[in-house]
């Protein structure tokens, strides 16, 4: 069992400020930071949303009265800490834009049309083993206005909760050999290229779904030398 915290696994999340990632450089902090102390409400609270989780919840094509439009998939994998081990009764979020590359939110305009049947929002709490599951509809690329031309690969966010507010950790899955890759600054702000790789999902033919969904496999390792990267570390 890991008791140190490993501080070069810290290296594997992308840096504040990233030039070619133009909101980065407003972002980023240009002076030192300044460690604040937990309190105990920070620490042990609160519960956030787990006892909220409704059957169904993650399933992104039944929340509505129709089926939405595009490929279903299935996402899973399992929530594990630096040594392997499954982490159980993490609430896990995702939200995503449709299959034509757009958000449900006032600030995406851009002329890719709305499915009156898909919100692109869904959460659901790890089992025992850190296991999780969704059901969702496979994201579009979609412009984004960082520079000439710019298009984000398709992607899926994910948010980790444990149980107190500062255990949050958030996170985007990639889909394989995406060629917008090359061209993206917001994956290429991780500057390992193996720690970019474990924000790409792995098709899983195994447990996809004969006849009605294929399936991908993204586990999300916490800390560690094979951790995740995490947008907010």
């Given at each position: 069992?890991?008791?140190i915290?490993?501080?070069?696994?810290?290296?594997?999340?992308?840096?504040?400020?990233?030039?070619?990632?133009?909101?980065?450089?407003?972002?980023?902090p240009?002076?030192?930071?300044?460690?604040?102390?937990?309190?105990?409400?920070?620490?042990?609270?609160?519960?956030?949303?787990?006892?909220?989780?409704?059957?169904?919840?993650?399933?992104?094509?039944?929340?509505h009265?129709?089926?939405?439009?595009?490929?279903?998939?299935?996402?899973?994998?399992?929530?594990?800490?630096?040594?392997?081990?499954?982490?159980?009764?993490?609430?896990?979020?995702?939200?995503?834009?449709?299959?034509?590359?757009?958000y449900?939110?006032?600030?995406?305009?851009?002329?890719?049309?709305?499915?009156?049947?898909?919100?692109?929002?869904?959460?659901?709490?790890?089992?025992?083993?850190?296991?999780?599951?969704?059901?969702?509809?496979?994201?579009?690329?979609?412009?984004?206005?960082?520079?000439?031309?710019?298009?984000?690969?398709?992607?899926?966010?994910?948010?980790v909760?444990?149980?107190?507010?500062?255990?949050?950790?958030?996170?985007?899955?990639?889909?394989?050999?995406?060629?917008?890759?090359?061209?993206?600054?917001?994956?290429?702000?991780?500057?390992?290229?193996?720690?970019?790789?474990?924000?790409?999902?792995?098709?899983?033919?195994e447990?996809?779904?004969?006849?009605?969904?294929?399936?991908?496999?993204?586990?999300?390792?916490?800390?560690?030398?094979?951790?995740?990267?995490?947008?907010?570390?």
């Amino acid at each position: 069992m890991t008791f140190i915290y490993p501080v070069d696994s810290n290296k594997a999340h992308p840096l504040p400020l990233s030039p070619d990632y133009k909101s980065s450089i407003k972002r980023a902090p240009n002076k030192p930071l300044i460690p604040m102390r937990h309190t105990l409400s920070e620490l042990t609270g609160p519960v956030y949303g787990h006892e909220t989780v409704r059957e169904g919840d993650n399933d992104l094509t039944t929340q509505h009265a129709g089926e939405p439009i595009g490929e279903r998939i299935i996402v899973h994998g399992h929530v594990r800490d630096e040594d392997g081990r499954g982490v159980p009764n993490s609430l896990i979020e995702i939200w995503q834009a449709n299959s034509c590359g757009r958000y449900v939110h006032v600030r995406d305009q851009h002329p890719a049309p709305l499915d009156p049947n898909f919100t692109g929002a869904g959460r659901t709490v790890s089992d025992a083993s850190g296991y999780y599951r969704f059901v969702t509809i496979k994201p579009g690329a979609y412009p984004w206005g960082n520079h000439h031309n710019a298009w984000r690969p398709a992607h899926i966010h994910l948010s980790v909760f444990g149980y107190s507010f500062v255990t949050r950790l958030v996170t985007q899955m990639y889909f394989p050999n995406d060629p917008l890759f090359p061209f993206d600054p917001i994956f290429n702000s991780v500057p390992d290229e193996k720690a970019r790789a474990r924000m790409v999902s792995s098709f899983d033919l195994e447990n996809t779904k004969p006849e009605w969904a294929l399936c991908y496999r993204f586990d999300i390792v916490l800390r560690g030398k094979n951790a995740t990267p995490m947008e907010n570390h």
